[in-house]
Nanobody, 125 residues
Framework: QVNLVESGGGLVQAGGSLRLSCAASGRTFSNYAMGWFRQAPGKEREFVAG????????YYADFVKGRFTISRDNAKNTVYLQMNSLKPEDTAVYYC??????????????????WGKGTLVTVSS
């Protein structure tokens, strides 16, 4: 049973920073790509950032490029999302995700095997 637990969300002013963490357990963490998605009120869940199982490749949605950085520590079974220059439109519940297939970077919605319960990020103007 895979378990993903996010932490680090909260309230921050526009222009501020937060670092989200996601601790994973249940299967060999280093074999799976990891990602962050978000869902704002009234909107669909959308991809934010992803990192390959090896950590060599990183992927970002256009709206966070240059502001957010994804990283992973395979020794700690943890993936991080450093969020800088936050904007009110970044307000959302942020979800950690793990792919279904090992050694695959595919992170479409149908490629996600497990989700965390989410952590709320609120950016005030």
């Amino acid at each position: 049973q895979v378990n993903l637990v996010e932490s680090g969300g909260g309230l921050v002013q526009a222009g501020g920073s937060l670092r989200l963490s996601c601790a994973a357990s249940g299967r060999t963490f280093s074999n799976y790509a990891m990602g962050w998605f978000r869902q704002a009120p009234g909107k669909e869940r959308e991809f934010v950032a992803g990192i390959s199982w090896s950590g060599r490749s990183r992927y970002y949605a256009d709206f966070v490029k240059g502001r957010f950085t994804i990283s992973r520590d395979n020794a700690k079974n943890t993936v991080y999302l450093q969020m800088n220059s936050l904007k009110p439109e970044d307000t959302a519940v942020y979800y950690c995700a793990q792919t279904t297939t090992p050694y695959s970077d595919y992170m479409g919605r149908d490629g996600i095997g497990y989700w965390g319960k989410g952590t709320l990020v609120t950016v005030s103007s």
